[in-house]
């Protein structure tokens, strides 16, 4: 079983920043590709980035290239999301995942106002 926990969401005006993090425990972190997923009000979840036990990066989202960045420390156990210039449309409940195994965090809530 892994837990994860979720942290660093809140309210912020546009063009803010914010930074997630997720702390993982239960398994080996080390080896894990970390993701971070997003649901907005009355949307499907979708992926936003993923990060490889190595350290590359992915992120799924045009919208989010050049302003979020996610990053990992193995020693911490933790994943972050950097999160700048941020729009309403980024509102939404973020989720951590750890693959393999599918483990979810229970989110964390970011809201932007225009």
């Known amino acids: 079983q892994v837990q994860l926990v979720e942290s660093g969401g809140g309210l912020v005006q546009a063009g803010g920043s914010l930074r997630l993090s997720c702390i993982a425990s239960?398994?080996?972190?080390?080896?894990?590709?970390m993701r971070w997923f997003r649901q907005a009000p009355g949307k499907e979840r979708e992926s936003v980035a993923a990060i490889t036990w190595s350290g590359d990066s992915i992120y799924s989202l045009d919208s989010v290239k050049g302003r979020f960045t996610i990053s990992r420390d193995n020693v911490k156990n933790t994943v972050y999301l950097q999160m700048n210039n941020l729009k309403p449309e980024d509102t939404a409940v973020y989720y951590c995942?750890?693959?393999?195994?599918?483990?979810w965090g229970k989110g964390t809530l970011v809201t932007v106002s225009s």
């Open positions: 239960g398994r080996t972190f080390s080896f894990a590709t």
């Open positions: 995942n750890y693959h393999p195994g599918g483990y």
